[in-house]
C-alpha cells in the first residue's frame, strides 16, 4: 500500500511542477497580431506553382443513386496553368489518348474560397467520353472533388507533388 501511495503521490507532484512550469513560460505576444492576408496575385501565383510541373495522384470512386463504388488509383499530369483573365484559366493537362501522348489545354474557371482555390469544369466535352463537370478543391500539396459526365460521376483526391528542378553537379 505504501509503494502506490508513494507512486500517487509522485505523480501527482510531477503534474503540480509541470504546471507551474507550464505558467512560468513567457506569453507568446504574436497571438494578438494577425499575419497579414495574402493579395489576389499571391494567392495565383502560389496556385499556378502547386500545378505547374506537378503530378496529381490520388483516388477516386464512381457514385451513383447515392452509392460510392471501391476506391481506383489515380494519376494525373499537369505541364502548366495559365490565367486568361477574371475567372478563366487555361490548364495544359498531358493526356495518353488513342495511343498517342498529347498535351490537351482545357479550359477552367478557378473561383476563391478565402485563400483557397476552386477550379470549375462545366460541361466540357471529351472527344470520345461525353460530356464532363468537375469542381476540385486545392488547399496546400492536396487536391478534393466530385465530377460528374452524363449518368455518372464520382469523388477523387489525392496529392500533388512537383517535378524538380535540375540543378546543375557539383564538381570537387
Known sequence: ?????ISIVTALALLV?????????PKDTSAGK????????ELEA??????????MAGRWCSLKNGVMGPEKEDK???????????DAWV?????????????APIPVQVKWAGDTPVLIVDQIPIPGGGVYSARVLFYDQSYAGT????????LLNGVITNEKEDKPSETK
Do not use: C
Open 34 to 41: 494577425e499575419k497579414p492576408k495574402p493579395t489576389q496575385e
Open 17 to 25: 511542477a509541470g504546471h507551474a512550469a507550464a505558467q512560468d513560460k
Open 76 to 86: 494525373y499530369t499537369i505541364v502548366g496553368v495559365t490565367k486568361l483573365g477574371g
Open 46 to 55: 502560389k496556385f499556378k506553382a502547386t500545378l505547374t510541373k506537378a503530378t
Open 91 to 103: 490548364i495544359n493537362a498531358r493526356m495518353q489518348y488513342g495511343g498517342k501522348d498529347i498535351v
Open 147 to 154: 465530377w460528374w459526365g452524363g449518368d455518372h460521376g464520382g
Open 1 to 5: 500500500m505504501n509503494s502506490t501511495l
